[in-house]
């Protein structure tokens, strides 16, 4: 489900990073769990369940998103957008260089392979962040583990943008209809599919 931006007021370790950076999506996960499972959704995540990677997550894809993803590889090499003057450490330089102390020195969590891979930041109890950059935008991806208000816990995935000029600006406005439309229900429905799967899976070995 998707919330309004207004939804991601919690105060994440995040805002005090990268306050120059804009939330622009904010999103419900159905993946109820208690206060520690946090770590078990980003493993997911990082394996596959977000369609960039793994061997797990390449048979748990859809079509939809491996054509998205595909289709924008493409894009990138074809108008060298992500090429390695573009991205992190020549560009712009990590957000792995604004952390505080106690981040810095903490537990750094998976990083995101594949064809738009994302670099770990940081994993605490209750949020997990990781970027990317490229010629048209540095961004944030964001799970945090919040109350669902039923005495458990859920995930919510936000995604924060830093576009790089007039021509990050254009594309954040071109993908907007498809990020709505098609990335983000495919993604969501592989992570919740992927995570009801394991809790299945987890209560036959209890039982």
């Given at each position: 489900?998707?919330?309004?931006?207004?939804?991601?007021?919690?105060?994440w370790?995040?805002?005090?990073?990268?306050?120059?950076?804009?939330?622009?999506?904010?999103?419900?996960?159905?993946?109820?769990?208690?206060?520690?499972?946090?770590?078990?959704?980003?493993?997911?995540?990082?394996?596959?369940?977000?369609?960039?990677?793994?061997?797990?997550?390449?048979?748990?894809?859809?079509?939809?998103?491996?054509?998205?993803?595909a289709?924008?590889?493409?894009?990138?090499?074809?108008?060298?957008?992500?090429?390695?003057?573009?991205?992190l450490?020549?560009?712009?330089?990590?957000?792995?260089?604004?952390?505080?102390?106690?981040?810095?020195?903490?537990?750094?969590?998976?990083?995101?392979?594949?064809?738009?891979?994302?670099?770990?930041?940081?994993?605490?109890?209750?949020?997990?962040?990781?970027?990317?950059?490229?010629?048209?935008?540095?961004?944030?991806?964001?799970?945090?583990?919040?109350?669902?208000?039923?005495?458990?816990?859920?995930?919510?995935?936000?995604?924060?943008?830093?576009?790089n000029?007039?021509?990050?600006?254009?594309?954040?406005?071109?993908?907007?209809?498809?990020?709505?439309?098609?990335?983000?229900?495919?993604?969501?429905?592989?992570?919740?599919?992927?995570?009801?799967?394991?809790?299945?899976?987890?209560?036959?070995?209890?039982?």
């Amino acid at each position: 489900m998707r919330l309004p931006v207004s939804a991601h007021t919690r105060t994440w370790r995040i805002h005090e990073i990268a306050p120059d950076f804009r939330v622009e999506d904010v999103w419900s996960l159905d993946t109820p769990g208690g206060p520690d499972g946090l770590r078990l959704l980003v493993e997911q995540f990082a394996a596959g369940g977000s369609g960039h990677g793994g061997r797990r997550g390449r048979g748990a894809r859809t079509l939809v998103l491996r054509a998205l993803f595909a289709v924008r590889a493409g894009l990138g090499r074809l108008l060298h957008w992500d090429t390695p003057e573009a991205g992190l450490g020549a560009r712009v330089r990590s957000l792995r260089q604004r952390l505080p102390e106690d981040l810095r020195s903490g537990e750094r969590g998976p990083d995101i392979g594949g064809a738009i891979s994302f670099d770990s930041l940081y994993l605490t109890r209750d949020e997990w962040a990781a970027e990317n950059a490229n010629r048209t935008v540095h961004a944030v991806l964001h799970l945090g583990w919040v109350p669902d208000g039923r005495g458990g816990h859920r995930g919510e995935l936000t995604v924060l943008a830093k576009p790089n000029g007039p021509l990050g600006r254009c594309y954040m406005a071109v993908i907007k209809p498809f990020r709505y439309a098609l990335v983000y229900p495919a993604l969501l429905r592989t992570v919740e599919r992927e995570w009801r799967a394991r809790e299945q899976l987890r209560g036959e070995g209890r039982g």
